[in-house]
């Protein structure tokens, strides 16, 4: 008979017991119990509305349940303070950059250390060796002196990934890292991620509208609409009888997979 010690157990990060979340007195979230284990990439689908990004924000201790628990790290999500917070890396959905806006690449990574030294500390030599360190992570260590305006969309997001890992994370959260970059992009953008995922080891839980392009790069996938509708193996989650339930009929079937009509990638 073969025992296991409890170091050989998973270790929770993430940890929802029957959370349930409002906005504007709207549920966003509902009796939501799921456990993300330390090294783990969980791509994150459901259709708009669905509270895909209202579980980053909980993560993120921006919001707090309305009812059950949420544990991070090793304490209760409402008893997050700043070492905490500056352990969990942040890419939010890609908004509109202002492409005149005079802020250089590598002035755009250094502002990743914010979240560990204060807002208003001086970076530092450590500073800025973990901001080079963070741009060579991505590729793009030999564009620091670029303004970030000028960059591609698919560059602008390693950059911003770039920002993300400067705080050194343990934990990323990305919300839509391909929206608005083109198809080739978008797959070299997810290699990047799961590159980073395995060398770097993080835990990554990565929110996306496209279930045909996370699913081959995930150890999970979660399905929200609401509630948690399913979790477990792309292979298991991403059944027409399971996604029918969710999408109807915004799901179309084609030859490479599912297509989801109408999303808009607003979670």
């Known amino acids: 008979m073969t025992t296991h010690r ?18 504007s007195h ?16 969980v791509g994150v689908i459901g259709p708009n509305g669905s509270g895909k990004t209202t579980i980053l924000r909980a993560i993120l201790g921006l919001i707090l349940p309305r009812t059950g ?25 890609k908004g509109k950059i202002d492409r005149n806006f005079p802020i250089t690449v590598l002035e755009t990574v250094i502002m990743g250390r914010y979240g560990v030294r204060g807002l208003f500390h001086r970076s530092g030599k450590e500073d800025m060796a973990i901001a080079l360190q963070a741009l060579e992570d991505v590729g793009m260590r030999d ?7 000028q960059l591609s969309g698919g560059q602008q997001q390693r950059i911003l990934i770039a920002r993300a890992l400067a705080q ?18 978008q797959h070299t953008v997810l290699e990047l991620i799961r590159r980073l995922h395995r060398e770097l080891q993080l835990t990554i839980l990565l929110v996306t509208h496209d279930i045909n392009l996370i699913s081959p790069l995930v150890d999970r ?3 929200l609409n609401t509630n948690l509708f399913a979790d477990g193996h792309p292979k298991d989650v991403l059944r ?21 009509g109408g999303d808009s990638h607003h979670g």
């Open 143 to 149: 564009f620091q002196n670029h303004p970030f305006g």
């Open 6 to 23: 409890a170091e050989d157990q998973p270790r929770h990060v993430v940890a929802f017991s029957h959370a349930t979340y409002t906005l």
């Open 221 to 223: 996938l979660v399905l």
């Open 240 to 260: 027409y009888d399971i996604l029918s339930q969710v999408y109807g009929s915004e799901l179309i079937v084609t030859d490479n997979g599912y297509v989801i």
């Open 69 to 93: 628990t949420l544990q991070i790290f090793d304490c209760a999500c409402e008893n997050l303070r700043c070492h905490h917070r500056a352990r969990i890396g942040y890419l939010p959905q």
């Open 26 to 41: 709207t549920t966003a979230l509902e009796d939501i119990s799921l456990e993300i284990n330390e090294g783990e990439f």
């Open 168 to 185: 050194q994370p343990q934990v990323l959260l990305l919300d839509e890292p391909t929206t608005g970059i083109d198809t080739t992009t």
